[in-house]
């Protein structure tokens, strides 16, 4: 079992000399990777994705019904905060910040 690291503040935010949204400060990106035992994980991944930070969730140890709960949970939060979901493998998600890109390759086959 893996410890539930603390969620950190909100990143300060500095202000959008063009007038548009607000931006946050650059800083190197972060991946909180998470092996959820509950509900309870999701609202984690929410508030890291919040505060700007990228999630890599397991759910593959969970039982199915309650690892679609929770992914469902997490995709609209993050959808709500114009983040991203990302299917990387049975079971396993990344969640991006508003702000990140990510890239995939055709992958194999």
Same mark, same amino acid.
């Given at each position: 079992? !893996?410890?539930?690291?603390?969620?950190?503040?909100?990143?300060?935010?500095?202000?959008?000399?063009?007038?548009?949204?607000?931006?946050?400060?650059?800083?190197?990106?972060?991946?909180?990777?998470?092996?959820?035992?509950?509900?309870?994980?999701?609202?984690?991944?929410?508030?890291?994705?919040?505060?700007?930070?990228?999630?890599?969730?397991?759910?593959?140890?969970?039982?199915?019904?309650?690892?679609?709960?929770? !992914?469902?949970?997490?995709?609209?939060?993050?959808?709500?905060?114009?983040?991203?979901?990302?299917?990387?493998?049975?079971?396993?998600?990344?969640?991006?910040?508003?702000?990140?890109?990510?890239?995939?390759?055709?992958?194999?086959?």
């Amino acid at each position: 079992m !893996v410890p539930a690291l603390p969620v950190l503040p909100r990143d300060p935010i500095a202000p959008n000399p063009l007038g548009g949204p607000a931006l946050r400060a650059a800083r190197q990106p972060e991946i909180l990777v998470l092996f959820p035992t509950g509900l309870e994980d999701g609202q984690l991944a929410v508030e890291a994705v919040r505060n700007g930070r990228n999630v890599l969730l397991n759910a593959s140890a969970l039982e199915p019904r309650l690892g679609q709960r929770l !992914v469902d949970f997490t995709c609209g939060g993050v959808s709500a905060m114009e983040g991203r979901s990302h299917r990387i493998g049975e079971a396993v998600f990344l969640f991006t910040a508003a702000l990140s890109r990510v890239e995939r390759n055709a992958g194999p086959g």
